[in-house]
């Protein structure tokens, strides 16, 4: 269930086209269900990424904690890199977030405010701190919030006017 919250907080940062690996194609393509992030790769992994998919890099996200009742606590790392020639660590993230942190059991509050619950009369928040699916949306908003800007290339110099 985490798998698809991630991918739909991931699209919401609106950075780059996603295109998940799902575990039944993961485990089809090189009979095993999933990567870790600190995990030896496949030999031709990231080159069959880049033909098959056209991917310019690929993400590895891991939970590394998860604690399903309250108080919940779910940690993540992650990891974006390039494929290609020049393969490289573009990002990483490491963190637990625990319910029983006052900070983050705010912050999932007005997260859920904010994206699920506009306009609701009623004060629902306290079921973010129940639900681990509702944490882990605050928590992968958290996590994808700390990507690196986009790169825009410079805009050229506007052109002098001749005859000034």
């Known amino acids: 269930e985490l798998d698809a919250v991630f991918v739909t907080e991931l699209q919401r940062q609106n950075r780059f086209e996603i295109v998940p690996l799902t575990r039944a194609e993961c485990d089809r393509r090189f009979h095993v269900p999933e990567f870790s992030s600190t995990g030896a790769l496949p030999h031709d992994f990231l080159a069959i990424l880049q033909r098959d998919y056209g991917a310019d890099a690929v993400m590895f996200i891991d939970i590394t904690v998860f604690?399903?009742?309250r108080p919940l606590a779910l940690g993540v790392r992650g990891?974006?890199?390039t494929v290609?020639?020049?393969v490289r660590l573009l990002w990483t993230f490491d963190n637990v977030f625990s319910a029983t942190d006052e900070r983050v059991a705010?912050?999932?509050r007005r997260?859920?405010?904010k994206s699920d619950r506009q306009g609701v009369p009623a004060d629902f928040t306290q079921g973010?701190?129940?639900s681990p699916t509702r944490f882990a949306a605050y928590?992968?908003?958290e996590m994808f919030g700390t990507l690196p800007p986009v790169y825009s290339p410079p805009k050229p110099a506007p052109a002098k006017e001749k005859g000034r």
Do not use: T
Request: glycine share 4%.
């Open 128 to 130: 973010v701190l129940q």
């Open 111 to 113: 997260h859920f405010l």
């Open 84 to 86: 290609g020639d020049d």
């Open 139 to 141: 928590v992968a908003s």
């Open 79 to 81: 990891k974006l890199a």
């Open 106 to 108: 705010n912050a999932a």
């Open 67 to 69: 604690k399903p009742y």
